[in-house]
């Protein structure tokens, strides 16, 4: 069983797999996120340890930013620059049961409110805060784990949502990271276990990110384990211009994968960052543009926030909130200055059984 690491520290390692491309003069950085997450809390411990010893092993160097130590305060600093960006937590996304939409809290992260505090003890730091102060490496690639809404299905108690409710979720969760300049490129969206050792596949060359989002798992029977295949789904991002959504819809399970940003990206423009940025020559990242208004509306319920689970079956919306509620969110609507405008799809939206041309996209 991996070691349960609940410490912030940093760990290298010199052994690379023959398979596996040699990534340059710079190794790509990494940063694995664990957040508080109730009754999961010590399973995704396990599983981002796991992640980061592959991640060593497949030659990134590796910071670990787990509970109870993982501050808003310590990831906005640990992920300063970084070429991949995992979490495994609790997600609180959009659409959901919670109104009103607003971004404070919502489409981000679930993390310690102080260091050293419960795992019961949840803070949501949204997509408002993520584009304000995280700042990635140009063409970073995030992967979000275990996060109830980021790869479509809410909460366990929730039905499955239709495909048009799990667009806009995977859209809205993606659409911080995705902005030029916070840096992501590629999002990455997992509800359940994978049995993929995604820190390999990444530093193999010349693969794109869809090609590593099609990777079959290494367990085969577990149905939302690697590539599903049955009913894929590509449509246009209306929060990221120029970005796309992949699905991967299981015909019973619903939307436990998903993958937005460039999916045309290869592994060597991701690890060519990784080498810019050990240059110091290379070119500063391109300003981005404002942000629209928000325009947020919801027809859904008011309840409070809930700490969603970590999984998701079919059944109903539940029509009270949990017992365990994060901090309280603020209920006035969004103003101007906030960077934001959810994922509503006023009009029909471009939805493809098979790939459209790719068009390009500009991080």
Same mark, same amino acid.
């Given at each position: 069983m991996a070691l349960l690491i609940s410490l912030v520290g940093t760990a290298t390692s010199a052994n690379t797999s023959p398979s596996i491309a040699e990534a340059g003069s710079a190794k790509p950085r990494a940063v694995i996120i664990v957040g508080p997450s109730h009754g999961s809390t010590a399973e995704y411990l396990s599983e981002g340890q796991l992640f980061a010893n592959q991640a060593m092993a497949a030659g990134m160097e590796v910071t670990t930013v787990f509970h109870p130590h993982a501050t808003w305060e310590r990831v906005v600093t640990e992920t300063e620059g970084v070429n991949l960006l995992v979490y495994f937590g609790h997600g609180n996304g959009w659409p959901s049961p919670y109104a009103p939409f607003q971004e404070l809290t919502k489409n981000g992260f679930g993390? &310690?409110?102080?260091? /050293?505090?419960?795992?019961?003890?949840?803070?949501?730091? /949204?997509?408002?805060?993520?584009?304000?102060?995280?700042?990635?490496?140009? &063409?970073?690639?995030?992967?979000?784990?275990?996060?109830?809404?980021? +790869? /479509? #299905?809410? @909460? *366990?108690?929730?039905?499955?949502?239709?495909?048009?409710? +799990?667009?806009?979720?995977? &859209? #809205?969760?993606?659409?911080?990271?995705l902005r030029p300049k916070v840096g992501a490129s590629a999002v990455f969206a997992f509800a359940t276990k994978q049995w993929i050792d995604l820190a390999a596949q990444l530093m193999r060359p010349n693969r794109t990110m869809e090609q590593i989002m099609r990777t079959r798992s290494q367990k085969p029977g577990w149905y939302t384990s690697g590539w599903v295949g049955h009913d894929p789904i590509y449509a246009d991002s209306e929060r990221t211009s120029g970005a796309r959504l992949l699905l991967d819809r299981h015909v019973d399970r619903g939307f436990a994968r998903a993958l937005s940003g460039n999916l045309a990206m290869t592994t060597d423009e991701w690890r060519d960052e990784a080498e810019d940025l050990a240059s110091p020559s290379a070119p500063p990242a391109p300003p981005a543009p404002p942000d629209p208004v928000p325009s947020p509306t919801s027809t859904l319920g008011s309840t409070p926030e809930p700490v969603p689970s970590p999984t998701s079956t079919p059944s109903s919306i539940p029509t009270r909130a949990?017992?365990?509620?994060? $901090?309280?969110?603020?209920?006035? +609507?969004?103003?101007?200055?906030? @960077?934001?405008?959810? $994922?509503?799809?006023?009009?029909? *939206?471009?939805?493809?059984d098979t790939p459209p041309p790719k068009a390009p996209h500009t991080p």
């Open positions: 993390l &310690d409110v102080t260091a /050293g505090g419960s795992s019961s003890a949840v803070k949501y730091w /949204g997509g408002r805060p993520i584009r304000k102060s995280l700042r990635l490496a140009r &063409d970073a690639v995030v992967v979000l784990y275990r996060a109830c809404y980021a +790869a /479509g #299905n809410g @909460e *366990m108690s929730q039905a499955y949502p239709s495909p048009i409710v +799990a667009i806009q979720r995977v &859209d #809205n969760f993606a659409a911080a990271f949990p017992s365990h509620t994060p $901090s309280p969110t603020p209920t006035a +609507a969004p103003s101007a200055s906030i @960077e934001a405008r959810p $994922s509503s799809r006023p009009t029909p *939206m471009r939805v493809f």
